[in-house]
């Protein structure tokens, strides 16, 4: 019997609360007599409002963080690749461009020779420091043969040394093996330039005391012995002096030619032996 005056209590305080929240929804709606009492509940009810979505307020603002934060540091390694290619491309454009103007100064030379001249690539270099050999990436499929003469922009390079069907082994002028007639454009005076074996140094050691050779003197090829165009830079007189038996004179020549740096070089192709025109 409690149990149900229990109930009976209770249904008729829902009913009791139900008809006043009706009253109130009447009221409300129909004049603006609760206004202050909804303002002073509108207060009251910010912070805990508040309170209640200030989980998912910041729930979203972690979320929007790690978002903007992902995608700068997909933008960051984005750009930082963009930055590697576009440093590959300028290397590239710069390796290009200083080939393209070597190719022009390489070209440029030509005149110096109305035999037909061939435009190869060096590909490879002797990797003994006392044998001065490099192989250039043009071989008998392309007229190259044993004895042709070798330049590069500046000067005299070598010679053709051995030949295979699409590559040649060529002898720079600094090998120690080599030799090349020569003479000084002030004078006339002739000699014979060696290599050393220093990239950097030919010699001519076959002039008198009295031969009048000086330093800065223009070494070219003499022409003599049909291999070499005439006239060609071989080098500048670096420095004069006595022999060890005093009997002849030692004149050590810096090369004109790039030995150590050219990538593109001129195979004059003239057999050894033919008359110069």
């Known amino acids: 019997m ?4 229990g109930r009976s209590h209770r249904a008729n305080l829902l009913l009791g609360l139900s008809l006043i929240s009706l009253i109130f929804i009447v009221l409300d ?4 007599l609760l206004q202050p009492v909804r303002s002073v509940i ?19 603002g972690i979320g929007r963080a790690i978002v903007s934060r992902t995608a700068m540091l ?13 440093s590959q491309l300028t290397q590239q454009m710069e390796a290009l461009r200083t ?15 109305t035999d037909p001249v061939l435009i190869a690539e060096i590909v490879g270099v ?20 044993i004895g ?25 002028i600094t090998d120690a093996r080599h030799g090349l007639p020569v003479e000084a454009v002030r004078n006339g005076l002739r000699g014979i330039a060696n290599g050393t074996g220093q990239i950097d140094r030919l010699q001519i050691n076959s002039l008198p005391l009295t031969a ?12 003599l012995g049909r291999v070499f165009p005439y006239g060609y830079p071989v080098g500048e007189v670096q420095s004069v002096r006595p022999g060890p038996s005093y009997n002849f004179t030692l004149v050590d020549v810096r090369p004109s030619a790039q030995l150590d740096r050219a990538r593109h070089i001129l195979v004059i192709l003239k057999d050894v032996g033919e008359e110069q025109p």
């Open 99 to 113: 080939e393209n103007n070597q190719m022009r100064t390489l070209l440029g030379s030509k005149p110096r020779t």
């Open 42 to 60: 509108d207060v009251l009810m910010a912070p805990i409002i508040l309170l209640a979505q200030s989980p998912y307020m910041a729930a979203d």
């Open 212 to 223: 009048d050779i000086r330093a800065g003197d223009k070494i070219v090829a003499s022409g």
């Open 29 to 32: 709606s129909s004049s603006r």
């Open 148 to 172: 042709h003469a070798v330049l590069d922009s500046e000067g005299l390079f070598g010679q053709v040394l051995e030949v295979s069907q699409f590559s040649a082994r060529v002898l720079m």
């Open 126 to 145: 002797t990797p003994i420091s006392t044998v001065h050999q490099v192989v250039i990436d043009k071989g008998a499929a392309d007229g190259v043969k």
């Open 74 to 86: 997909n933008q960051i390694d984005q750009l930082t690749q963009r930055n590697l290619k576009l």
């Open 2 to 5: 409690l149990f149900a005056r």
